[in-house]
């Protein structure tokens, strides 16, 4: 069975912040993939990064940076410099080899507000 | 181009109404999918077509029936649904699940917000 945990159900930053969204997962696959997804109040699930179980390597898009431990399973993400429009509902995933690798799992999201 | 998209965007039907709901995507991916999303809450997995065949159903109820045409469409048709069935129904697609594809991102559509009275 598959699990990703979001413990943080809302967090409201003033722009200009960082702030970390945390993700834990669970899985018994050796082989598995994880994503981050980002929905705005207008619906669409927008991708934002992908990682294999392989490639434990950090990395950064901008203001944009994502923190994969497998020691911890764990697959962070980091927003820098926070701005208004990064309000939206963000969501980690996980998808395993034994369900061909598409079957995502989702975290139950974190809704981050950036306020002026 | 990485662009999925649905029609229509808002559909309001009765209990005892039947309709469709379409995706379209063109960047070349075998895999397609539909989630249904209520509120608040993550994105649920329906079903998952696969070089157009149907490889995963989500235990789904037969008042949803999933078709795929061809490799860039895909329907859901609706019939004699719910209140409780009202939701965002989200299209994705992805590369595939053949040996190099798996894990692929997947790539959604805006949804189509449902309401049944």
């Known amino acids: 069975a598959q699990k990703v945990t979001q413990a943080q159900t809302e967090i409201s930053v003033v722009e200009k912040e960082d702030v970390t969204l945390d993700c834990v997962y669970e899985t018994r696959d050796t082989t598995y993939y994880l994503f981050w997804y980002k929905q705005p109040p207008s619906g669409e699930l927008v991708f934002l990064i992908r990682?294999?179980?392989?490639?434990?390597q950090n990395e950064i898009s901008g203001r944009y940076s994502w923190n994969f431990q497998k020691s911890t399973s764990s697959f962070n993400f980091t927003i820098t410099a926070s701005q208004v429009v990064d309000s939206a509902v963000y969501f980690c995933a996980l998808s395993g080899i034994t369900g061909g690798g598409n079957k995502l799992t989702f975290g139950t999201g974190t809704q981050l507000k950036v306020e002026l | 181009d990485t662009e999925v998209t649905q029609t229509p965007k808002h559909l309001v039907m009765g209990m005892t109404n039947k309709k469709s709901l379409k995706c379209e995507q063109h960047?070349?991916?075998?895999?397609m999918y539909w989630y249904k999303q209520k509120a608040k809450k993550p994105p649920e997995l329906m079903f998952v077509y696969s070089y157009e065949k149907l490889s995963i159903n989500e235990s789904v109820p037969s008042r949803f029936s999933p078709e795929c045409p061809n490799s860039s469409l895909l329907n859901l048709h609706l019939h004699a649904l719910q209140p409780e069935d009202s939701a965002l129904y989200l299209c994705?697609?992805?590369?595939?699940?053949?040996?190099?594809?798996?894990?692929?991102?997947?790539?959604f559509g805006p949804g189509t917000r449902l309401t049944v009275t």
């Open positions: 994705a697609s992805s590369q595939g699940a053949s040996r190099g594809d798996r894990g692929s991102e997947q790539y």
């Open positions: 960047m070349g991916h075998r895999a």
């Open positions: 990682r294999n179980s392989f490639d434990e």
